[in-house]
């Protein structure tokens, strides 16, 4: 399982302990702030997408959604989100569990600027069950990211 995967990866850090295993869901951002009991705009969603026949990820705000012009003046081409049997493929998550962590090789991981806004947020562990609490500067460390973006609208306050 990947979740297994993921505390494995963490494991390494020492902070495999901190991963949290709900009862409930916690697939979709709505899900997972109730589960978390957090406002729905600091769960860290992991957006995968196809460029140049390779996956990436776009971690980005619960309350951001992908602006079409901008993704395209970043990436070079049309946002193409990969259907559930890709990311479970290509990325090595399932979709409801998709994160930065112990992906696939190959995997290239953004963080979108909508995050920047907060001191924690909380990204899935690779299941729809799951989540960690995380520091901006321990979620650029933690997903081995490659550069910050600006990809999205409906954030800014």
Known sequence: M????VKEYFSKYGIADRVKEFDVSSATVDLAARALGCE????AKSLSFLVDNHAILVVTAGDAKIDNARYKAQFGTKAKMLTPEEAQTLVGHAV???CPFAVKEGVTVYLDNSLKRFSTVF??????????EL???ELEKYSCFASWVDVCKNWQS
């Not at 990947?2 to 995967?5: D, F, N, R, T």
């Not at 899935?124 to 799951?130: D, H, K, L, P």
């Open 96 to 98: 409801g569990g998709v």
């Open 123 to 132: 990204p899935a562990c690779g299941s729809s069950n799951s989540a960690i």
């Open 2 to 5: 990947a979740i297994e995967a």
């Open 135 to 137: 520091t901006i500067e």
């Open 40 to 43: 729905p705009c600091r769960i």
